[in-house]
């Protein structure tokens, strides 16, 4: 194992995460520049995720419960506009879920093919 799950969800599952919450609050109507002051994040970061560039690898959307759960994270930022360490916090949580569940196990055995997911159940013990 080259990447361990912690780096394969630093690397890619945490960003793909917050470019779907970005997508969320854009979709909303929210211009760019809003969107980067409720997450504590630049302009130009927002871009990034809008255009694809960043957090692009993980398709999000296609895990209904933790997109839902991404949903609800946007509605309380719009309404409680909470601070970047209460967002991270809340971001980690739900990638920590993903693990759990196992919804990371085939990408990361992408991107590391030294992985074997009928044999690492390491994410599954931990936090499933």
Same mark, same amino acid.
Request: a neutral charge; proline letters at 3%; charged letters at 30%.
């Given at each position: ?39 504590? #994040?630049?302009?130009?970061? %927002?871009?990034?995720?809008? +255009? !694809?560039?960043?957090?692009?690898? =993980?398709?999000?959307?296609?895990? &209904? ?21 209460? #967002?991270?916090?809340?971001? %980690?949580?739900?990638?920590? +879920? !993903?693990?759990?569940?196992?919804? =990371?196990?085939?990408?990361?055995? &992408? ?18």
């Amino acid at each position: 194992m080259k990447i361990n799950a912690f780096e394969a969800a630093a690397k890619y599952v945490y960003p793909s995460l917050r470019r779907r919450l970005v997508e969320i609050l854009y979709k909303k109507g929210l211009t760019q520049v809003q969107v980067a002051e409720l997450l504590h #994040i630049t302009q130009s970061a %927002v871009s990034r995720y809008i +255009k !694809m560039n960043r957090g692009a690898l =993980v398709e999000v959307e296609k895990f &209904k419960d933790i997109d839902e759960e991404l949903m609800e994270l946007a509605d309380r930022i719009l309404k409680e506009r909470p601070n970047e360490y209460y #967002i991270h916090s809340e971001l %980690v949580k739900i990638a920590l +879920k !993903m693990l759990g569940k196992g919804y =990371v196990c085939s990408f990361h055995s &992408k991107v590391d093919p030294e992985v074997d997911p009928a044999m690492c159940n390491i994410c599954l013990d931990i936090f499933g």
